[in-house]
């Protein structure tokens, strides 16, 4: 007995002769199927040239230009089918176990313009985060369409009264870029479906949507522009409103209607916006992916088809960085690795316990408690501590992505902008010891952290509750001075490293001093 046709797959050939319907994937527009045709004829089907497996977000290619194969009915026993599917199964099962042990290999190669950027991303180490829509209007932070299970329709109405009169985008970039920010970060389309820009794929938008019918982002793009500060686009991929969304962990009480699912439809939507966000507002820094986690609890790993989305996305803007706020290491085709409401290495609130990559770091954290507006949310950070967090950050090699919540009015919460005006006046001082540097020797600790640039150690005191430092430190240190007054302090040698005298000082709120090493 002989089969006509050989298929190749994982580098391994094998007869794929199977007499009955074997599915092994099924995800968006592509999925492969054997099964027997009239007159006994098999076909393999594969609806697109390249195939891969996911499990828990790690992708894995095992097979590529796979064709329609034919098999005459006199080539088909019960022992050739019998070995030809425990061949298959094995294969598929091989893939599924290395996708566990190890992320895929990319075909991604970052062009120098994007190698660029991410130089010039890290140089920055501190961006703003704004979160803003319709939802300002409820007072309750972003996620209050799904934690009150409204019904999508109803809430859609708030639009009709979204008039941010006050909205002012030079105001905005100016404060932004006086507190020391090198970019900003703007929700274009969040959970809630509703987007911040004008767009051609749904008339539920600021423009169309809203009496005020400004493009917001359209006026924060030329403010960038004319201040000189680059632009992030916040995406989310899921979406509470749209039917075609396929349903996920979260927004099962906005009561959309059942049955309605498609996929294909609902990825053309995003990458249709998407190339609107790319083609109609100038250089962007960077889009900002949130919403993969949605689909985490799924009982077959969901296909976000991120390889096509992220090629679309370097095809528009080569130099535009992709970072995807999915809570797993990087996937491939991803510029820059994000970090939710933790530093690099911490998992305090339980989503940032990947491992950390040699990608840009990015960590996210908002000024007060939510990232939208929330009226009773009042619980801003000191001072002193964002400025330990924009140092404790630099000190692992990440930027610090801080976020404000804008009023429905279109201001900036007074509160953010006090926060703001004093994190610009440390930033004017010690800004050189945060910006275009790397992580620092010796790892953060409760006293504080340190930065590097060259020949030079920033040791950042953030809680002098001691009379001496010991920083164990394997380089010569041929000079110690405090940063800003340029005085000597007083250091000793010793078998540990290098003890410096930290008598007297008051961190306000920050104490710097700079160690020239060789």
């Known amino acids: 007995m002989r089969a006509v046709r050989f298929c190749r797959l994982a580098g391994v050939d094998f007869l794929t002769a199977i007499p009955f319907k074997l599915e092994l994937l099924s995800f968006g527009l592509s999925h492969f199927q054997l099964f027997p045709s009239v007159g006994g004829i098999l076909l393999f089907v594969c609806k697109r040239d390249f195939v891969s497996f996911r499990e828990k977000n790690r992708r894995v290619a095992v097979g590529s230009n796979l064709e329609k194969i034919k098999f005459a009915p006199e080539t088909l026993n019960f022992n050739t089918m019998k070995k030809s599917l425990h061949c298959l199964l094995a294969l598929f099962f091989a893939a599924t176990a290395a996708m566990t042990a190890q992320p895929a290999a990319s075909s991604y190669t970052p062009t120098p313009e994007n190698l660029a950027a991410r130089k010039a991303f890290s140089d920055d180490r501190f961006g703003i985060f704004l979160h803003w829509g319709i939802y300002s209007l409820f007072g309750q932070g972003e996620w209050y369409l799904h934690n009150a299970n409204l019904d999508y329709k109803e809430y859609a109405k708030a639009a009709g009264a979204f008039y941010p009169a006050a909205f002012d985008a030079d105001a905005w970039v100016k404060a932004i870029k006086d507190a020391g920010a090198g970019y900003v970060c703007f929700t274009t389309r969040h959970h809630d479906s509703f987007s911040m820009f004008q767009t051609r794929q749904s008339d539920y938008n600021i423009v169309d949507a809203t009496p005020f019918g400004r493009d917001v982002l359209k006026e924060l793009a030329d403010a960038c522009q004319r201040h000189g500060i680059r632009l992030h686009l916040y995406y989310s991929h899921l979406d509470w409103a749209r039917p075609e969304y396929p349903l996920g962990r979260t927004g099962r009480g906005t009561h959309r209607p059942k049955g309605q699912t498609d996929w294909p439809a609902y990825y053309a939507f995003m990458n249709a916006q998407l190339t609107e966000l790319l083609t109609n507002y100038g250089p962007i820094g960077a889009i900002w992916f949130d919403g993969v986690w949605d689909h985490d609890e799924d009982a077959t790993p969901f296909d976000w088809q991120l390889d096509e989305q992220y090629a679309l996305i370097h095809r528009l803007q080569p130099a535009c960085l992709i970072g995807n706020n ?97 994190i610009g006046e440390w930033m004017r001082t010690y800004g050189a010891t945060i910006r275009c540097t790397q992580a620092g020797d010796v790892r953060d600790d409760t006293w504080g952290a340190t930065t590097r640039r060259g020949d030079t150690l920033f040791v950042h005191v953030l809680n002098a509750d001691r009379k001496a430092l010991l920083l164990p430190l394997d380089v010569k240190v041929k000079r110690a001075v405090e940063y800003v007054s340029r005085k000597p302090v007083s250091f000793e040698r010793c078998k540990a490293g290098i003890v410096l005298d930290l008598t007297g000082v008051k961190p306000e709120p920050d104490y710097v001093i700079e160690l020239i090493t060789k």
């Open 326 to 422: 999915h809570h797993s290491e990087p996937y491939p085709g991803e510029d820059i690795q994000i970090f939710e409401r933790d530093l690099p290495g911490e998992n305090k609130a339980g989503l940032s316990g990947q491992a950390i990559s040699r990608l840009p770091l990015e960590t996210c954290q908002t000024m007060n408690g939510m990232w939208g507006y929330k009226i009773a949310d009042q619980n801003y950070k000191s001072v002193e501590e964002l400025v330990a967090y924009i140092v404790r950050a630099a000190g692992k090699g990440a930027n610090l992505l801080l976020n404000i919540g804008p009023q429905p009015d279109g201001r900036l919460p007074q509160a953010a902008l006090d926060r703001l005006k004093r």
